[in-house]
């Protein structure tokens, strides 16, 4: 399987900056696009940045701006680089990565998740 650990989390005040890192391990096989979503409390989860292996990416429109997602290849790392951060940014953000891990018959296609890291904006 494939595992994603995140890191970079915290408590930050409004206008200022943090860095999310994810992490994959595993036995990887391939990794396609890499991305970001976020659940804040009573709210479903929601998507919020992506990158693709050729480093295309799309934003969801209140983050435009304001957050730039990043990978590294070579590290199967994707970043999320968030400044100009609001109190509506709160959440625990999750990484995902689309990709297949290796099995004893070959590989399999997967949709992996972290365990998420939690983003808390406030004054």
């Known amino acids: 399987q494939v595992h994603l650990v995140e890191s970079g989390g915290g408590l930050v005040q409004p206008g200022g900056s943090l860095r999310l890192s994810c992490a994959a391990s595993g036995s990887i096989f391939s990794i396609n696009a890499m991305g970001w979503y976020r659940q804040a409390p009573g709210k479903e989860r929601e998507f919020v940045a992506i990158i693709t292996s050729s480093a295309s990416t799309k934003y969801e429109d209140s983050v435009k701006g304001r957050f730039t997602i990043s990978r590294d290849n070579a590290k199967n790392t994707v970043y999320l680089q968030m400044n100009s951060l609001k109190p509506e940014d709160t959440a625990v953000y999750y990484c995902?990565?689309?990709?297949?891990?290796?099995?004893?018959?070959?590989?399999?296609?997967?949709?992996?998740w972290g365990q998420g890291t939690q983003v808390t904006v406030s004054s």
């Open positions: 995902n990565a689309d990709g297949s891990h290796l099995t004893d018959a070959g590989w399999a296609r997967g949709d992996y």
